[in-house]
């Protein structure tokens, strides 16, 4: 009777698992960038349709890479990737607008990333690069 008195026990401490170091997360990341150079090599040859598939279909990938608390540099280069390539796409289609969008999450993206290095300084510009130009090709008659 008096143990009904007692204070509920504490709740068990929920032990924060790293998942970046799940085998599912390097495996979705070795995907992701297998299926952006496919893309790439299709958008290469002149075949839009089959690299808007692996596109579209990469999408899931990335999002689920960048939900964990603190993604990788790998996944965050392979979403990049994966996004650049849409943007190109979606530039190429006339759709500047859409294209900007993705250039600017790319900016975005690599404005704040923490270490900066020389390649996410390249991301960085490139990402600019393709805002500039579909401002530029905005503003054309």
């Known amino acids: 009777m008096l143990a009904a008195c007692a204070p509920p026990p504490p709740p068990p401490q929920a032990t924060k698992r790293d998942e970046t170091k799940e085998p599912w997360y390097g495996q979705t990341v070795d995907q992701l960038a297998a299926q952006n150079l496919k893309a790439k090599n299709f958008l290469t040859n002149s075949k839009p349709d089959d690299a808007a598939v692996l596109i579209q279909s990469g999408e899931p990938l990335a999002s689920?890479?960048?939900?964990?608390?603190?993604?990788?540099?790998?996944?965050?280069?392979?979403a990049s990737d994966l996004d650049d390539l849409y943007a190109r796409m979606l530039l190429s289609n006339r759709n500047y607008g859409w294209a900007r969008l993705f250039f600017q999450k790319?900016?975005?993206?690599?404005?704040?990333?923490?270490?900066?290095?020389?390649?996410?300084a390249r991301r960085l510009k490139d990402a600019q690069s393709g805002i500039a130009e579909c401002d530029r090709r905005m503003l054309q008659p």
């Open 64 to 78: 689920r890479l960048l939900a964990v608390p603190k993604p990788t540099l790998e996944a965050m280069e392979a």
């Open 106 to 120: 790319n900016a975005a993206r690599w404005k704040l990333w923490t270490p900066q290095t020389e390649d996410t």
